[in-house]
């Protein structure tokens, strides 16, 4: 057995300068060298009880790919991983591994946590760079699956059954698979080459994806049913964006932070005119919300060559629900904070574009419903940011059309399709869900337990009968 | 990839596709439209159903060429295919029998959507008439189309080529005063929607109207589309695309819709 690493921090991430980065799409982070890998493995102690596995939602054998990479055995710490998480390359790069895995690290309590999530990232990216031979075919049961939604929830549904034998389509609304991979997160975090490869791999196994099919209008899901789908997994998301509610939210210049991505990374905004579709950006731009979300917007806005990004947020940063390195990223790219500060109006120009944001300073009171600190307003303290693009990043909610067109279907008041949480199932029979239509928006690991979680139970109920 | 069964020159602007989608022609219904992207890394334009055949698997689309995306399909021939064709999208046109008469007024490529609304409402026993309006003789569509099924079909030109020369509005006036209505549905500019409401307004005559905002996906997934209803903000690719015409903020509609006149422009140029 190698020497440990007792070095206290992590070997840093090669990435590209700050000033550099902020005005190209290229991936921030560029990933270790297989030194590196080795060295920062070598730091891992192998603890008996793993704390970090139980911090995993989808339990991934963490001491156990480590110790494969700090022997150089690369393609079989990569194999180790999948045995539990279809999508290591995608989940190494935007887990919130601080609040997972890491988080529960022993290494963290006396300086920095193992790099777990660079190292998954590391292991991935080089059997994807090294292996390019199919998986083994697998002997079909009969049996049929739909899956509604191609994001990781439905994806990873579908891996795990078609893995079983299982004759899987799954049925996605836009043109292109991946759900918020390719709509939502950008380029320059999550390249779309890399998340096209992770979906190849899928469809590889034997996964059909049928774009173009919005579930509720082209076929509902009691038609499914009705076809000989013996289950339907719902993966649909939360893409209903959230808007403030305050005067001028329909001025031009106001966008969603979906609206706004899906412009530049679906529809490859970025390389208007190359590309057809527009989007267009002000000097100042002002981002609502402090989630990954709104992160992501800041950035891109900036790529674009916004002058000035603001973060306004009505709480301090403590509550900012972004992860832990879009906040640094954001801030080493020149994002400009203003916590504490809570929107109360967007101005208009008398051309109906927008001139400026209208902002109540807070203050923290004491904790409200979510256990966080109430934001409380600061009398006398508005003033108005001049910004002539606002974009909105406070949350989306599930979109209501599955809801709408699926009689039977137990949802929540605020719309989330209710499940029995040990199968996934709804209250309609062999009708399953999970990923963020049921949770609300939450991350792509809980998404992917969840299609885990199902995949298992709907091939448990279906192999009885 | 769906491919083009049909195509049709309706006018030097204006043309017809007939495209294989047997997803879309199985469920759509008057009112809905699809999302259409003519080629990879293509723009994700909507576009109102004009017709559909349920047994050939088919979906009419009636377009005018009026930026770089309409212009790219315009290009296209019969048996080439367009790469993206997603739908029905929108509520479908709320469509029952009615106890004397409906008018429909349509402006320019309107005819389009208006026509299987009328078409509906006919095969269900409810009276039709139709006012189509262009800016010459050229530009009134699908007059014979409409003849099959409206009691009466009157058309309106700007330079009096056809019909009634000015606007479907003078007609639709007349037209009110002469005959009892239950209700009027109007599909066009915004400007001719707007001024639609205008007379039936103060006349009480229930009005819908359809809209067609700057969309990305149509699926309720951006907002983009968003328009405001009777002071409150919907979307129009699910709430609508149709909306009571007495409700809508058809000032806020048009400027919303002139957002990215610029971009379109240098989009024209920079892409040829
Ligand atoms: C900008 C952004 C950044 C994020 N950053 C992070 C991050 O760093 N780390 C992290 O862990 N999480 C992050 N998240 C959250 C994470 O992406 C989601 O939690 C996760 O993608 C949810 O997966 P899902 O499968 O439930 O749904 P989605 O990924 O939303 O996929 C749902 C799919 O279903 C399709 N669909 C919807 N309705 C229908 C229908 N009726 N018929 C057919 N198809 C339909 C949609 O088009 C979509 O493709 C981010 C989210 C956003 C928006
Ligand atoms: S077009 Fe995106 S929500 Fe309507």
Same mark, same amino acid.
């Given at each position: 057995?190698?020497?440990?690493?007792?070095?206290?921090?992590?070997?840093?991430?090669?990435?590209?300068?700050?000033?550099?980065?902020?005005?190209?799409?290229?991936?921030?982070?560029?990933?270790?060298?297989?030194?590196?890998?080795?060295?920062?493995?070598?730091?891992?102690?192998?603890?008996?009880?793993?704390?970090?596995?139980?911090?995993?939602?989808?339990?991934?054998?963490?001491?156990?790919?480590?110790?494969?990479?700090?022997?150089?055995?690369?393609?079989?710490?990569?194999?180790?991983?999948?045995?539990?998480?279809?999508?290591?390359?995608?989940?190494?790069?935007?887990?919130?591994?601080?609040?997972?895995?890491?988080?529960?690290?022993?290494?963290?309590?006396?300086?920095?946590?193992?790099?777990?999530?660079?190292?998954?990232?590391?292991?991935?990216?080089?059997?994807?760079?090294?292996?390019?031979?199919?998986?083994?075919?697998?002997?079909?049961?009969?049996?049929?699956?739909?899956?509604?939604?191609?994001?990781?929830?439905?994806?990873?549904?579908?891996?795990?059954?078609?893995?079983?034998?299982?004759?899987?389509?799954?049925?996605?609304?836009?043109?292109?698979?991946?759900?918020?991979?390719?709509?939502?997160?950008?380029?320059?975090?999550?390249?779309?080459?890399?998340?096209?490869?992770?979906?190849?791999?899928?469809?590889?196994?034997?996964?059909?994806?049928?774009?173009?099919?919005?579930?509720?209008?082209?076929?509902?899901?009691?038609?499914?049913?009705?076809?000989?789908?013996?289950?339907?997994?719902?993966?649909?998301?939360?893409?209903?964006?959230?808007?403030?509610?305050?005067?001028?939210?329909?001025?031009?210049?106001?966008?969603?932070?979906?609206?706004?991505?899906?412009?530049?990374?679906?529809?490859?905004?970025?390389?208007?005119?190359?590309?057809?579709?527009?989007?267009?950006?002000?000097?100042?731009?002002?981002?609502?919300?402090?989630?990954?979300?709104?992160?992501?917007?800041?950035?891109?806005?900036?790529?674009?060559?916004?002058?000035?990004?603001?973060?306004?947020?009505?709480?301090?940063?403590?509550?900012?629900?972004?992860?832990?390195?879009?906040?640094?990223?954001?801030?080493?790219?020149?994002?400009?904070?203003?916590?504490?500060?809570?929107?109360?109006?967007?101005?208009?120009?008398?051309?109906?574009?927008?001139?400026?944001?209208?902002?109540?300073?807070?203050?923290?009171?004491?904790?409200?419903?979510?256990?966080?600190?109430?934001?409380?307003?600061?009398?006398?303290?508005?003033?108005?940011?001049?910004?002539?693009?606002?974009?909105?990043?406070?949350?989306?909610?599930?979109?209501?059309?599955?809801?709408?067109?699926?009689?039977?279907?137990?949802?929540?008041?605020?719309?989330?399709?209710?499940?029995?949480?040990?199968?996934?199932?709804?209250?309609?029979?062999?009708?399953?869900?999970?990923?963020?239509?049921?949770?609300?928006?939450?991350?792509?690991?809980?998404?992917?337990?969840?299609?885990?979680?199902?995949?298992?139970?709907?091939?448990?109920?279906?192999?009885?009968? | 990839?769906?491919?083009?069964?049909?195509?049709?020159?309706?006018?030097?602007?204006?043309?017809?596709?007939?495209?294989?989608?047997?997803?879309?022609?199985?469920?759509?219904?008057?009112?809905?439209?699809?999302?259409?992207?003519?080629?990879?890394?293509?723009?994700?334009?909507?576009?109102?159903?004009?017709?559909?055949?349920?047994?050939?698997?088919?979906?009419?689309?009636?377009?005018?060429?009026?930026?770089?995306?309409?212009?790219?399909?315009?290009?296209?021939?019969?048996?080439?295919?367009?790469?993206?064709?997603?739908?029905?999208?929108?509520?479908?046109?709320? %469509?029952?029998?009615?106890?004397? @008469? $409906?008018?429909?007024?349509? &402006? +320019?490529?309107? /005819? *389009?959507?208006?026509?299987?609304?009328?078409?509906? %409402?006919?095969?269900?026993?409810? @009276? $039709?008439?139709?006012?189509? &309006? +262009?800016?010459? /003789? *050229?530009?009134?569509?699908?007059?014979?189309?409409?003849?099959?099924?409206?009691?009466?079909?009157?058309?309106?030109?700007?330079? +009096?080529?056809?019909?009634?020369?000015?606007?479907?509005?003078?007609?639709?006036?007349?037209?009110?005063?002469?005959?009892?209505?239950?209700?009027?549905?109007?599909?066009?500019?915004?400007?001719?929607?707007?001024?639609?409401?205008?007379?039936?307004?103060?006349?009480?005559?229930?009005?819908?109207?359809?809209?067609?905002?700057?969309?990305?996906?149509?699926?309720?997934?951006?907002?983009?589309?968003?328009?405001?209803?009777?002071?409150?903000?919907?979307?129009?690719?699910?709430?609508?695309?149709?909306?009571?015409?007495?409700?809508?903020?058809?000032?806020?509609?048009?400027?919303?819709?002139?957002?990215?006149?610029?971009?379109?422009?240098?989009?024209?140029?920079?892409?040829?």
């Amino acid at each position: 057995m190698a020497k440990k690493n007792m070095q206290v921090t992590k070997v840093p991430m090669p990435e590209q300068a700050p000033e550099i980065r902020n005005k190209n799409f290229d991936e921030v982070a560029l990933g270790y060298t297989q030194e590196m890998a080795i060295v920062e493995a070598g730091r891992c102690l192998n603890c008996k009880n793993s704390p970090c596995v139980k911090g995993c939602p989808v339990n991934v054998p963490i001491p156990a790919f480590i110790s494969k990479l700090a022997q150089g055995e690369f393609e079989d710490a990569y194999q180790t991983i999948v045995l539990e998480n279809a999508l290591p390359a995608i989940c190494g790069r935007v887990c919130p591994q601080e609040n997972q895995c890491e988080g529960k690290c022993v290494r963290g309590i006396k300086g920095e946590p193992v790099a777990i999530g660079r190292l998954e990232r590391f292991a991935a990216d080089y059997h994807m760079k090294h292996h390019k031979g199919a998986s083994d075919p697998v002997q079909k049961n009969g049996k049929k699956v739909a899956v509604v939604g191609s994001g990781p929830s439905g994806l990873t549904c579908a891996g795990e059954l078609v893995k079983k034998g299982y004759d899987v389509s799954v049925f996605e609304a836009l043109h292109k698979a991946g759900g918020v991979l390719s709509y939502g997160i950008p380029e320059f975090r999550l390249p779309k080459d890399l998340v096209a490869a992770e979906i190849k791999n899928i469809e590889d196994q034997g996964v059909s994806i049928d774009t173009n099919i919005i579930v509720g209008r082209s076929i509902t899901v009691d038609e499914l049913t009705e076809e000989g789908y013996d289950a339907v997994f719902i993966g649909s998301g939360a893409g209903l964006p959230g808007f403030l509610h305050i005067p001028g939210e329909n001025l031009l210049g106001v966008y969603s932070a979906n609206e706004f991505l899906t412009r530049v990374n679906l529809m490859k905004g970025f390389q208007f005119p190359k590309t057809p579709t527009p989007v267009k950006i002000g000097e100042n731009v002002a981002v609502v919300g402090a989630g990954n979300v709104a992160m992501d917007s800041a950035r891109t806005a900036k790529r674009l060559g916004a002058k000035n990004v603001y973060i306004v947020y009505r709480r301090s940063i403590e509550e900012a629900p972004a992860r832990a390195e879009e906040l640094h990223h954001a801030e080493e790219e020149g994002i400009i904070f203003k916590f504490l500060n809570n929107p109360s109006e967007i101005i208009g120009d008398d051309k109906g574009d927008v001139a400026g944001l209208k902002i109540v300073k807070q203050q923290l009171g004491e904790p409200d419903a979510s256990g966080r600190r109430r934001p409380v307003p600061i009398k006398g303290s508005d003033y108005e940011l001049a910004v002539q693009t606002v974009i909105i990043a406070i949350g989306q909610k599930p979109n209501p059309l599955i809801r709408r067109t699926t009689p039977g279907l137990s949802c929540e008041s605020w719309g989330g399709i209710i499940v029995d949480e040990d199968t996934m199932e709804t209250s309609k029979k062999n009708i399953y869900a999970g990923g963020d239509t049921v949770t609300g928006a939450a991350t792509v690991i809980l998404a992917m337990g969840a299609g885990k979680k199902a995949a298992a139970a709907i091939d448990q109920k279906l192999s009885l009968s | 990839m769906y491919k083009i069964i049909k195509k049709e020159k309706l006018n030097d602007t204006v043309d017809l596709l007939e495209i294989k989608a047997p997803f879309v022609a199985r469920k759509c219904e008057p009112g809905q439209f699809i999302m259409l992207r003519v080629d990879e890394d293509g723009e994700r334009i909507p576009l109102t159903i004009a017709d559909y055949d349920r047994d050939q698997g088919t979906v009419t689309i009636i377009y005018q060429i009026v930026g770089y995306s309409t212009t790219l399909l315009s290009q296209k021939k019969e048996g080439d295919c367009v790469q993206d064709f997603a739908g029905p999208m929108g509520s479908p046109a709320e %469509l029952t029998k009615k106890e004397h @008469k $409906v008018i429909g007024v349509a &402006g +320019g490529v309107g /005819a *389009a959507p208006l026509y299987p609304q009328l078409k509906k %409402l006919a095969a269900q026993g409810t @009276k $039709v008439d139709v006012i189509i &309006g +262009g800016k010459s /003789a *050229a530009y009134v569509l699908l007059a014979d189309a409409f003849a099959q099924f409206c009691d009466q079909v009157f058309i309106a030109t700007d330079d +009096g080529s056809l019909g009634t020369k000015g606007f479907v509005t003078n007609v639709l006036a007349d037209q009110i005063a002469k005959e009892t209505y239950d209700e009027c549905i109007a599909i066009g500019p915004l400007i001719m929607m707007k001024n639609v409401v205008k007379i039936t307004k103060p006349a009480g005559l229930p009005t819908m109207v359809s809209l067609n905002p700057i969309m990305v996906d149509g699926t309720g997934m951006c907002g983009g589309c968003r328009v405001t209803i009777d002071g409150e903000t919907k979307f129009a690719c699910v709430d609508g695309p149709d909306f009571d015409g007495f409700k809508v903020n058809f000032d806020e509609c048009m400027k919303r819709q002139g957002f990215y006149r610029e971009e379109e422009h240098q989009c024209r140029i920079g892409r040829g």
